[in-house]
Structures are given as C-alpha cells and as structure tokens.
C-alpha cells in the first residue's frame, strides 16, 4: 500500500489523538498523586512503598490502567484498518465509538458513577470489536 493511500486515511490522525488522550490520563492521575505527595515525592526516585491514598488520585489511577489495558489493542486494529482500507465506514464509526467512551469514562469513573460507567466501557468494547470484524470480515 503506497504511504500516501494511509496517510489520506482517519486512522492516523485518530491513534493521534489516542495518544492525547492517553496523555492527558496519565497526568491527571500524576497530577492528582502529587498533590496528595507533594512536588518532592513527584520529583524524587519514588523509591519504597509510598501511595496515594486520596479517592480521586486511587480512581485516576484505575482508570488510566483501564484504558492502557485496550489501548494496544485499539491501536493495532486502526492501524491494521489503515493500512488494509476500510470500505464499508463501520470500523472508523468503531473507532470513533471506542475514543468517545473512552473520554466519557473518565469523569464517570472519577466521580464514582457505577452501572454506566461499567456500559460505556462495553460500549468501548463493542467500538474494538466492530474495528476487528471489519479487519476479519
């Protein structure tokens, strides 16, 4: 497949903003830890056994591991869909699914929200699984 074919893609642009998004989890659980800890634990080696024991910095935590937990799998299969094409338009409607729940997910799950937060992380799900079976299919 010729460079400009996938650079023409959404897929791309899409893992991009992933990364933001990845990006901005992992410093608002960093941010949060170190107001717990202080500038000098976040500064330091972070050598023993010293956590966060704050609600919110514990719950930013989960939630960004939550989100690396399918992140490589979303990135695998936008850039597979990049590469081979997507033709019928559903795995980007499943990527795009995936990126928002994922964006909802965060302030549902730092503010403690149950039984929505658990179906926008299906929601999630099915975003991927409609990106795969496109790729299967």
Same mark, same amino acid.
């Given at each position: ?9 959404? $897929?791309?642009?899409l893992?991009?903003w992933?990364?933001v998004?990845l990006v /901005?989890? /992992?410093?608002?659980?960093?941010? =949060?830890?170190? *107001?717990?800890?202080? !500038?000098?634990?976040?500064? %330091? ?8 024991k704050g609600?919110l910095?514990?719950?930013? %935590?989960?939630? !960004? ?9 979303f990135?695998?299969?936008a850039?597979g869909?990049?590469?081979? +094409?997507?033709p ?5 409607v +499943?990527?795009? /699914?995936? $990126?928002?729940?994922? /964006? ?5 799950? =730092? ?5 929505? *937060?658990? #179906?926008?992380?299906?929601?999630s ?5 409609m990106?795969g =079976?496109? #790729?299967? $299919?």
């Open positions: 497949m010729e460079p400009t074919v996938i650079a023409a893609s959404p $897929f791309p642009a893992v991009a992933s990364v998004l /901005i989890q /992992i410093c608002l659980h960093a941010m =949060l830890v170190t *107001r717990e800890l202080g !500038s000098g634990w976040n500064a %330091g080696p972070r050598d023993g056994d010293k956590q966060a609600v910095a514990g719950r930013a %935590g989960r939630a !960004s591991k939550n989100l690396q937990e399918t992140y490589p799998a990135v695998g299969l850039l869909l990049a590469i081979t +094409g997507d019928s338009g559903w795995g980007l +499943g990527a795009w /699914i995936w $990126f928002a729940c994922r /964006i909802v997910y965060i302030p549902l799950y =730092l503010a403690g929200i149950p039984y929505i *937060r658990s #179906l926008v992380w299906l929601g799900l099915v975003g991927l699984g990106m =079976l496109v #790729l299967v $299919f």
